[in-house]
């Protein structure tokens, strides 16, 4: 079970990220098979907090709500957070979801080639999708689930 601060963090980050009740529940059962962060474990929770920070999460905040850190990292975004400029879409995945797309992408364990090439020909191949961009949002849930999946033993066949 997890402490009190870790769930504060993770609920946080849910705020902050502006992450829907629907995906980060999908979010929860894709990456843990949980439905609750109070069923997830120590680990879990560090794994999960490691993800948001991926999605540009800070928990050092200071009063003004702006982070405390500047993250000037090469491939930064430097209006804001990535894919904020395509807006919420209709029928299209959010900002946040194509965020977390990629961010599983880059940093799943089954994962090979972690690059934005080797993302979109995943996307081509199994989705029909050209780039992150185009995807529907009642696609979202499939591709994170198929993400998630690389690589597990389960996923090859004898």
């Given at each position: 079970?997890?402490?009190?601060?870790?769930?504060?963090?993770?609920?946080?980050?849910?705020?902050?990220?502006?992450?829907?009740?629907?995906?980060?529940?999908?979010?929860?059962?894709?990456?843990?098979?949980?439905?609750?962060?109070?069923?997830?474990?120590?680990?879990?929770?560090?794994?999960?907090?490691?993800?948001?920070?991926?999605?540009?999460?800070?928990?050092?905040?200071?009063?003004?709500?702006?982070?405390?850190?500047?993250?000037?990292?090469?491939?930064?975004?430097?209006?804001?957070?990535?894919y904020d400029d395509l807006g919420n879409r209709k029928d299209m995945a959010s900002p946040?979801q194509l965020r977390l797309i990629e961010a599983l992408w880059m940093t799943g364990p089954?994962?090979?080639?972690?690059?934005r090439e080797a993302l979109r020909h995943f996307l081509q191949h199994y989705f029909h999708?050209?780039?992150?961009?185009?995807?529907?949002?009642?696609?979202?849930?499939?591709?994170?689930?198929?993400?998630?999946?690389?690589?597990?033993?389960?996923?090859?066949?004898?």
């Open positions: 079970m997890p402490t009190r601060a870790g769930l504060a963090k993770i609920h946080i980050a849910k705020k902050e990220l502006h992450l829907t009740d629907g995906l980060y529940r999908d979010l929860m059962y894709v990456f843990f098979k949980k439905k609750s962060a109070r069923d997830l474990n120590e680990e879990e929770v560090d794994e999960l907090i490691l993800h948001f920070k991926s999605l540009g999460w800070s928990q050092f905040k200071n009063m003004s709500g702006l982070s405390v850190k500047s993250d000037k990292s090469p491939g930064a975004h430097p209006y804001g957070k990535k946040a089954g994962v090979r080639l972690k690059t999708v050209s780039d992150l961009r185009f995807i529907k949002s009642r696609q979202v849930t499939s591709i994170l689930g198929a993400v998630r999946r690389i690589g597990h033993p389960a996923h090859h066949k004898n």
